[in-house]
Every structure is written in C-alpha cells, then in structure tokens.
T-cell receptor
Framework: AQSVTQLGSHVSVSEGALVLLRCNYSSSVPPYLFWYVQYPNQGLQLLLKYTSAATLVKGINGFEAEFKKSETSFHLTKPSAHMSDAAEYFC?????????????FGAGTRLAVHP | SAVISQKPSRDICQRGTSLTIQCQVDSQVTMMFWYRQQPGQSLTLIAT?????????ESGFVIDKFPISRPNLTFSTLTVSNMSPEDSSIYLC?????????????FGEGSRLTVL
C-alpha cells in the first residue's frame, strides 16, 4: 500500500525566495512519485514525475524535486518564487511496475507568495 | 497528454436531486478515473471506469450513490444521486497518460457542485 504525507498545509514565502514543499511517502513497492499543481478554479496539472530514472527531476515552471530513498522523501523546490506560483500543490504516489496502479494524493500544501 | 472536457463546470443543486457529470477525452483510453475533492481537501478516488465492464469502486463509495457509465473509449459519466450538502465537492475526471506504466494522470477542469 502507498501513502503520502505533505508537511505543512500552508507555506508562505516572499517573491524571489526559495520554495520548499515537503513530501514523504510510504510504499511497499518501488514508487513512482508526482507533484501536481492546482490553480484556483482549475484542474490539476502535472509539474514533474519520478519514475526510477534520475533521482533529481526537473519539471515545468522552474520546479524540481529530488527522490531520496533513504529518507523516503520527494521534496519540491524552486530557487526563486514568483507571484504566479501561488497555488495548491499535491504530492502523489503510485506503485511502479506497470499495469493499473492507483494514484494516491497527499493532503496538499497551499503556497502563498507575497511581494 | 490528453485533453479532457467536463460538463457542467459548476452547478448548484437542490437536496435530494441527482446530477450527471460528463467527461469527454480527445483520445481513446482504457481507464478513466473519477475523483472527488471536498472543500479544502485532497483528492479521493471514487472509482475506475473501464469500457465494457462495471466500474470498480473504492472503499466508502457505492454504485447506488455514484453510478458510472462508460459507453466507449472516449466518454464517461458520473452521477451523484440523491444529493445532500455533504456531496458539495469538485468532481474530477482523469485518464492515464501515454506510457501507462509511469502512472501519471491527466485531469479535466473539474465539476464544482454545490448542494443546498
């Protein structure tokens, strides 16, 4: 079974500051990990994914995440926050190995960016 | 990626009524997934809809409350039956991305339901 824990339901940063959104996972099989972003009144958009290739994954909008097996973590970072980054961010996990695997979502982290 | 269209985008419904949400995908897909996002909450999988077979429901969700149809490989509907205010949520349709083994899903814009 898989589960995801996102530490911090709300994160606030200044424009230009580092963004760090934390995600820890639990999985009984090698996981695939994802970060999604949800802007107000919109669906979810895939930011990036880890699928057992490189442990440092680069995504859209300048975001990246590093898979650390020893820490069971997949934290999302961005060196310099922009006002347009304000949104809800969801970490998700599924089992690897192909076929049908459920995508399990964390509770989400709301990112606020202030001038 | 896949382009997913949902109707309605939002609706206000009366208690005790039912509403059907439509999901149209621009390509043929084997599996379609329906998620619920309650206010301020994360996404919870309701069911998986496969073409030509009964939908598979997750724990806590039943067919009588959330009947699903999947008549072909590009379309599905989710009905929310006998609605109560607790059903006020965003309902999201999703499909698996190309290269199904990597597991990511693509989502529609969602259908925001408010039950009075």
């Amino acid at each position: 079974a898989q589960s995801v824990t996102q530490l911090g339901s709300h994160v606030s940063v200044s424009e230009g500051a580092l963004v760090l959104l934390r995600c820890n996972y639990s999985s009984s099989v090698p996981p695939y990990l994802f970060w999604y972003v949800q802007y107000p009144n919109q669906g979810l958009q895939l930011l990036l994914k880890y699928t057992s290739a490189a442990t440092l994954v680069k995504g859209i909008n300048g975001f990246e995440a590093e898979f650390k097996k020893s820490e069971t973590s997949f934290h999302l970072t961005k060196p310099s926050a922009h006002m347009s980054d304000a949104a809800e961010y969801f970490c998700a996990v599924s089992g690897s190995g192909g076929g049908y695997n459920k995508l399990i979502f964390g509770a989400g982290t709301r990112l606020a960016v202030h001038p | 990626s896949a382009v997913i269209s949902q109707k309605p985008s939002r609706d206000i419904c009366q208690r005790g009524t039912s509403l059907t949400i439509q999901c149209q995908v621009d390509s043929q897909v084997t599996m379609m997934f329906w998620y619920r996002q309650q206010p301020g909450q994360s996404l919870t999988l309701i069911a998986t809809a496969n073409q030509g077979s009964e939908a598979t429901y997750e724990s806590g969700f039943v067919i009588d409350k959330f009947p699903i149809s999947r008549p072909n490989l590009t379309f599905s509907t989710l009905t929310v039956s006998n609605m109560s205010p607790e059903d006020s949520s965003i309902y999201l349709c999703s499909v698996r991305g190309p290269g199904a083994n990597t597991g990511e899903l693509f989502f529609g814009e969602g259908s925001r339901l408010t039950v009075l």
